[in-house]
């Protein structure tokens, strides 16, 4: 379970710091006046620090230790959370909705191998490799060159396109670009990734688009973001955007946090099992949240 210590900012300009396991819960709670008395008589408050624990005792105490800093404190640590921030975001299931074609692409890929899967099974080779999820669903070693040949066939012609960014997407976007750097880093092919940002008018908002190479050597999400540090350098306070357990595994292997969103194909208690420090529901939560966590 997560832990968060938060500090919101009241309407008479005033801070208040609590406790809670449901970060984006509370805050709707104290604006709904079920939260705390203090907050209750100074609405609307918002959220403009948060700080993530693995535990509830060492969440605690932090709060504690923050109750006791003069307005002048809060306020630094408050500047710490709005810092540059380098933020990565994954592409499919994150970005833009492309379940449509690919699902349908690798169905296409998988009637030749007369393999046959449920829908949710499906949603699982959004976001991952498409080698590994191959693998998975019965695809021999030595054939799943082939079944990837299958699925692009179907899927650089046409499915690329059955595709679209979610709503709130682009305008989120569009803030954030004006404080921070924005990159994307995804395991879909990187000259795909870039046509598709660029169909969509979206590669404007990035530094960087950065995904694997047909040669394999860059792969994983892990590879796709060790290659962008060292692109870009790794002195940067980085933080991932994604919506599976792969974004926050490979995040993590480079030493980088992960807010999961729960809008795309992934699980919920995956993302959060996995290591993601919170959880967006929408893309406004998202820009609240990484405009408030501190690197």
């Not at 230790?65 to 959370?81: P, V």
């Amino acid at each position: 379970m997560n832990h968060y210590v938060y500090i919101l900012e009241c309407s008479d300009h005033s801070y208040y710091t609590g406790y809670t396991n449901d970060l984006m819960k509370r805050l709707t709670t104290h604006n709904k006046a079920k939260g705390a008395k203090y907050t209750k008589a100074r609405l609307p408050v918002k959220l403009v620090y948060f700080e993530h624990f693995d535990d509830k005792s060492t969440a605690l105490k932090k709060e504690y230790a923050i109750k006791q800093l003069t307005r002048k404190a809060k306020e630094e640590l408050i500047m710490k959370g709005k810092a540059m921030k380098y933020i990565l975001f994954d592409l499919d299931g994150t970005l833009t909705d492309s379940g449509e074609g690919i699902i349908k692409s690798v169905i296409h890929a998988l009637n030749y191998y007369d393999i046959h899967l449920d829908l949710e099974d499906l949603k699982t080779f959004v976001g991952p490799p498409l080698s590994l999820s191959f693998k998975k669903y019965g695809i021999p070693d030595d054939e799943i060159e082939h079944a990837i040949k299958l699925f692009r066939d179907r899927y650089l012609t046409v499915g690329k396109f059955e595709n679209h960014p979610y709503p709130g997407i682009i305008a989120m976007l569009e803030e954030l670009k004006k404080e921070y750097k924005l990159f994307v880093a995804t395991s879909k092919p990187e000259v795909t990734a870039i046509e598709i940002l660029k169909h969509f008018d979206m590669d404007q908002y990035f530094e960087k688009i950065a995904g694997a190479t047909s040669s394999h050597e860059r792969e994983t999400k892990h590879q796709v973001i060790d290659y962008l540090l060292n692109t870009i350098g790794d002195e940067h306070q980085f933080i991932m955007v994604g919506d599976t357990a792969f974004d926050v595994i490979g995040a993590k292997k480079a030493h980088i946090e992960t807010i999961g969103v729960s809008w795309g194909y992934g699980k919920i208690e995956d993302l959060e099992k996995a290591g993601a420090i919170a959880i967006a529901k929408t893309p406004e939560e998202l820009k609240k949240l990484l405009e408030c966590y501190p690197l």
